[in-house]
């Protein structure tokens, strides 16, 4: 026969396993809220990093075919340039021997020089400006990809901590779980043996 005693410690062994296991359950709600929480925020970071990292490969884009233009138009203006030279240097050669046409188309070339040297000037600042607005945007593509990398490790670390104390606690209530179940037992066995 079992008495008071061993029947009050028995329902208070009850009551508190019921207690934890709720307590239990609210918790690991809790985390899972948490977790799904964090996830959408992971999920928004990845998101933000593909997004960033597009920008700045159109940005690298821009950059590589604006470097390759400006290569293009210098080798034209130096091709143009080396071809006034020779130009140049066969009036110089005319001139000793008093050739009028060849003086004249010496003098449109040199005019078509100061034009084209006024012009390469021109193009050269405006690709300047167009190159450092695209080289800003790149950096500042890189910069947000930069922030957006340290959010999504921080956000990652924090999870995994989140994760690991979830782990921790469920194997703690798992062997006080067993824990209160051997004492049932052995409640239950020695309150069979009283009988």
Request: with cysteine; hydrophobic share 30%.
């Amino acid at each position: 026969m079992m008495t008071n005693d061993s029947k009050r410690l028995l329902m208070d062994h009850h009551r508190s396993w019921i207690q934890m296991e709720e307590n239990l359950l609210c918790r690991i709600h809790d985390l899972q809220k948490e977790r799904n929480t964090l996830r959408v925020q992971v999920e928004d970071l990845v998101a933000q990093n593909q997004e960033l990292t597009r920008k700045l490969e159109t940005v690298t884009d821009q950059l590589e075919a604006k470097d390759k233009s400006m290569e293009n138009e210098r080798l034209q203006l130096r091709e143009r340039i080396l071809d006034l030279i020779e130009s140049s240097r066969r009036a110089e050669q005319n001139r000793g021997t008093g050739n009028k046409e060849d003086e004249e188309a010496t003098s449109v070339e040199h005019i078509d020089a100061d034009v084209l040297t006024k012009n390469a000037r021109h193009h050269r600042h405006s690709d300047n400006h167009d190159e450092d607005s695209l080289r800003r945007d790149r950096q500042v593509a890189q910069d947000e990809l930069a922030a957006c990398q340290i959010r999504f490790a921080i956000e990652r670390e924090k999870w995994t901590n989140e994760k690991t104390k979830v782990i921790t606690y469920q194997r703690l209530l798992q062997k006080k779980y067993e824990e209160i179940l051997a004492e049932n037992q052995l409640l239950k066995l020695q309150l069979d043996c009283g009988q």
